[in-house]
């Protein structure tokens, strides 16, 4: 037989075979169909990641303003009544006497 015919054989014959060409076909979608499904997983991790760490920022921002506010509440009240130094008493009367 002639090399041509011998390969287009061989070929007919893996292809009608039970698992030949087919099976590699298959092996391969579902080798893709597994990449596929660990790469949603990885995506679906960093998603979970992203938010997990923008949710954290808002906290801090949060917390941050928080104390911002408290800070402007502690300096409005020290400025509407100032505080008397500690070193300096009250005044007693003068007891008259003897």
Known sequence: MKPGI????????????????????????RDRDQLKTQQQLQDKDKLQ?????????????????QERTRERAREQTRTERPERPQHEKAERTERGGR
């Open 6 to 29: 011998m390969c287009a054989v061989i070929a007919m014959a893996a292809v009608m075979a039970p698992g030949g060409m087919v099976g590699i076909s298959s092996a391969q979608d």
């Open 49 to 65: 990641t992203k938010d997990q760490l923008k949710d954290q920022l808002k906290e801090k921002d949060q917390l941050k303003e």
